[in-house]
């Protein structure tokens, strides 16, 4: 096998940057549907109880109780 010296073309920062912003803008709707998914299809409640305050502060309750 023989190795050879050449340099290695980069991508500009701005494109790399952009890579990451969108695969986090992709996982954030991702959330964002499951949690209407789960919640409304397959919990049967009402879409608009998602954005409530006081359903997370139930769910947290109900995963973090002791």
């Known amino acids: 096998m023989t190795e050879d ?3 290695v073309a980069k991508r500009p920062a701005w ?8 695969v986090l803008l ?3 709707v991702a ?3 499951g949690t209407v998914v789960g ?5 049967k409640q009402d879409a608009s109880d998602i954005w409530s305050w ?3 502060q ?9």
């Open 15 to 22: 494109i790399v940057i952009l890579r990451i912003v969108l």
């Open 58 to 66: 139930h769910v947290f309750d109900l995963v973090f109780a002791s």
């Open 39 to 43: 919640y409304v299809v397959f919990g």
């Open 31 to 33: 959330l964002a549907a």
């Open 54 to 56: 006081s359903t997370w």
């Open 5 to 7: 010296n050449q340099p």
């Open 26 to 28: 992709v996982l954030v």
